[in-house]
């Protein structure tokens, strides 16, 4: 489904990433782990095609990120914290974010709503929405189009026990329905209950998996 192979990122001096290589399985969720400041964040972005790495290559369903396609297609993404229009309700920010590629309308927005619980919060303006509520707004930006892919990068960061009850089940769902999940999770749980794979990084490279 993705393939990484020998990919290499370097800023200025700074090796970012060694000779990755890498293979996310079609329909498995694979879980990356690693202390803060490893890497796992910035090989996201290359693997996402937001940030081009020095050397190697991503290949995304035989396409090569960068040079076939800038960006991977039919793909959910959550990278760092989700950030929105403050001043927008949760339901507006959804709706603006959805007319980029016009694949759903307000329907689909509320029913991803629903997913995580955020439906009553909808008219809502973001700005008065706790740390959890943007995470959970987060996730389902990343769910309402129904991609084949998901890439996660800590996707339960504030949630409470019985929001990271409902995430997992979720994920679960989701890969009962055959879609590919990359999740990054400093909780140890959280990748022992969900994930079928596990890599583990340190300073840019994969040292178990």
């Not at 990122?9 to 890498?22: A, M, Q, R």
């Not at 490893?38 to 095609?49: P, R």
């Not at 229009?85 to 959805?98: F, I, R, S």
Request: hydrophobic share 40%.
């Amino acid at each position: 489904m993705i393939h990484i192979n020998n990919l290499s990122l370097k800023i200025k001096e700074d090796v970012i990433l060694s000779d990755i290589t890498l293979n996310i399985k079609k329909g498995k969720i694979t879980g990356l782990v690693g202390r803060n400041g490893c890497g796992k964040t910035m090989l996201m972005k290359c693997i996402t095609g937001f940030v081009r790495p020095t050397s190697g290559e991503v290949i995304f369903d035989n396409k090569k990120i960068g040079i076939d396609i800038d960006f991977p297609d039919n793909t959910g993404i959550i990278i760092e914290t989700p950030s929105f229009v403050p001043y927008y309700t949760g339901l507006k920010n959804l709706m603006e974010l959805a007319m980029l590629q016009k694949k759903i309308g307000k329907k689909e927005v509320e029913a991803a709503l629903k997913q995580v619980g955020l439906y009553e919060a909808r008219n809502k303006m973001v700005r008065k929405y706790s740390l959890g509520m943007k995470q959970r707004l987060g996730i389902a930006q990343a769910l309402m189009e129904h991609p084949d892919t998901l890439i996660l990068d800590e996707p339960m960061n504030g949630l409470d026990n019985e929001c990271v009850k409902m995430v997992r089940n979720i994920l679960m769902k989701l890969k009962e329905e055959g879609k590919t999940i990359l999740l990054v999770s400093h909780n140890a749980e959280d990748i022992r209950v969900l994930c079928d794979e596990i890599y583990e990084m340190d300073k840019g490279k994969i040292i178990v998996g």
